[in-house]
């Protein structure tokens, strides 16, 4: 199972979320790494932009969630985060417990489908009930 992770624009939160979850006992057999997002023509490269969770099948994806929104309540000011898996995005965005819990189905349902290497059973894209991203 392959997860993506965004933190906005801040390359030195997603350093520190890497960092967590590297820490994180659930995760402890997971691969957690930075990439750099592809660069568009005319742009400049460089900077660290997406964190990617690579792990086998057992990771439940509410621990994952659950890793994921506790580092975000020891930040100051939590920043926007998007959560990939296959066809699947999300945003958080309130932290609550009724938005981890529906998070981590999406994922749940993403693995089940197989929307990472089946296209023919994609899970529409949702970001915390605000409609689809564009």
């Known amino acids: 199972m392959i997860i993506e992770i965004e933190v906005g624009a801040d390359e030195h939160e997603l350093r520190s979320l890497a960092a967590w979850l590297r820490q994180e006992p659930s995760l402890r057999t997971a691969t957690v790494s930075l990439k750099q997002p ?13 964190l990617q969770v690579v792990t086998d099948s057992g990771l439940g994806a509410g621990s994952f969630v659950l890793a994921v929104m506790t580092f975000l309540q020891t930040r100051r000011s ?3 985060v998007t959560i990939r898996r296959g066809e699947v995005e999300v945003t958080l965005a309130s932290g609550t417990p009724e938005e981890a819990a529906r998070i981590a189905a999406l994922l749940q349902q993403a693995e089940q489908h197989g929307a990472a290497s089946d296209p023919g059973h994609p899970v529409p894209p949702e970001n915390s009930g605000q409609g689809p991203q564009q």
């Open 78 to 80: 939590a920043p926007p």
């Open 38 to 50: 592809q660069a568009q023509p005319g742009e400049m490269g460089g900077w660290v932009g997406i």
